[in-house]
């Protein structure tokens, strides 16, 4: 009996090793099954995530356009430039008037030759329209803190009232004197 009960242990102990061992596999199983689930379900959400987003965003093209406004730009356009208008020679309306002459640069679209040819065939009106312009300002308002309102209101001008089928996009003075007298 005592021979029975020594085997009886040893078989226990010999199972019992054998468990732990087993017990250990079945961890590290059951560890990967879980990582398993946590890795697919994180690629599942990334996936609705991305179909959702898409499906919103109607193929990737923003719901509302964000305005981009001229002031903001942080590239300039580069213009061809117009320099072929005669030096304009005036008085302006003073009481004492002061003489004006100026000489302008007319910058359009990089390439327009639209634009170009049109110019050129109005070269002469835009030179009398220039005339007339600076004839009818003070020397004040031809004062260098105002030259940007003065571009501003020759380009609005000529895109207006002379050109018609293009139109510029900025004026230069390449010289803008003014001498009172």
Known sequence: MADDADADLGADLDNGGAGKKGGGKGVIA????????????????????????LIMNKGGKPQTPIPVSEEYTTTREVYDWYTSLDQVRTNTSDPIPASVVV?????????????????????????????????????????????????????????????SSSKIRDIQFTSLDVVQQ
Do not use: C, H, M
């Open 30 to 53: 059951g560890l990967l099954k879980w990582i398993l689930i946590g890795v697919a379900a994180v690629i599942l959400i990334v996936t609705i995530v991305v179909i959702t987003t």
């Open 103 to 163: 000489q302008v640069a007319i910058g359009y679209k990089k390439e327009d030759k639209a634009a170009s040819a049109e110019i050129t065939s109005r070269r002469i009106e835009i030179t009398a329209f220039l005339r007339r312009f600076f004839s009818e300002k003070t020397v004040a308002e031809l004062g260098p803190l105002n030259e940007d309102v003065l571009r501003q209101q020759i380009r609005d001008q000529i895109n207006d009232d002379i050109l």
